[in-house]
Every structure is written in C-alpha cells, then in structure tokens.
C-alpha cells in the first residue's frame, strides 16, 4: 500500500491492473515518491485516509498477464499461446485480487480500470490523459474476439475470479 503525499489518500497497486502508468501520473503530480509501485498491502489503519484499490476486468487482465510474461522474457508467444497459457501452472501464478489480498478488500474503495479517468479527476484532482490499455510491447497479434470465443477460456477465467465477481461489479457483457 502507497501513501500519497496529499495526506488523505492510500493506494493498493495490483498487478497488471494499469498501476505503473497510474503510479507515474501519480508521481508525476507530486503525489507519489515512486515511479514503479509495489504490489504489497499491509493494512494499516490511518484516520482520514481513504484506501483504493484498482482492478481490471478479469479478461483483459489476463490477456496482460500473458503479455506481461513475454515483455519479461519469460515465455515467447510465438511458443505460448494464450490458449497453452490459460491451460498451464502459469496460468495460477497470479491471483485473482480476492485470493492475493483476501479480506483486506474489504478496507478498500475498488476503482475499475475503466472508470479511472473519473476517478483521478473527481478524487485526486488529477485531469489525465485516457489509460490506452496498451501499456506493453510483447503482442500476439489477436483480437479479444477471437480468443474468448472459446467456451473452455471462458469458463476458466470466471472460475479464477468467482470471488472477485462476487464482490466486484465487472462489466462481463462482451466475454460471457
């Protein structure tokens, strides 16, 4: 968890959530020490400070995971599909928001991706530019469509995130 340094705001950084661009325009404005965020919450209770979290729709993140796995050499898509990654150990090395922090989110307002420009600009007083959704270089040249046509990636993608889907008001609409 971050502090930022306008003294009311606490900031959680999952993974693949879009939290190294929201960090630098964070720190960028003043708000943050850092540039890169760390993925850790410790919870710690301060009066005044209201905590957020960022989350993005299961789907596109797991389509960032895989990328995020090639931008770090990792694997190499070309040998990887998305299709063999859903289907490997990899696929579970990163948790869903519910099994990484558990109930700790219940000490959090979680913010979707999707929503962030609002957020920023309503809550932090930060007017930004639109989140591109494209913070990578490693792609595999596939459109969404196509890949979660499958019924099998689907069903394993909402079964990761059963938990988060409970708590957390994703729009599915264009995956299920």
Known sequence: ??????????????????????????HDNGLLDTRGPHHRFEWVEKPNIETFMFVRNPFTRERSLHRWLAETNKIELSELSFEQYVASDL??????????????????????????????????????????????????NR??????????????????YKEDIKHLNFDLTSYI
């Open 1 to 26: 968890m971050h502090f930022l340094n306008n003294g009311k705001h606490a900031m959680v950084f999952p993974p693949r959530c879009g939290t190294r661009w929201i960090a630098g325009l964070l």
């Open 91 to 140: 696929f579970e090395q990163e948790g869903s928001w519910y099994t990484r922090y558990g109930k700790l989110n219940n000490h959090v307002t979680h913010i979707h991706l999707e929503k962030l420009n609002d957020f920023l600009e309503t809550t932090i007083g930060i007017k930004a530019p639109e989140y591109d959704n494209l913070y990578h270089l490693a792609d595999d």
């Open 143 to 160: 459109q969404d469509q196509e890949i979660f046509n499958n019924k099998l990636i689907v069903e394993k993608i909402l079964d990761k």
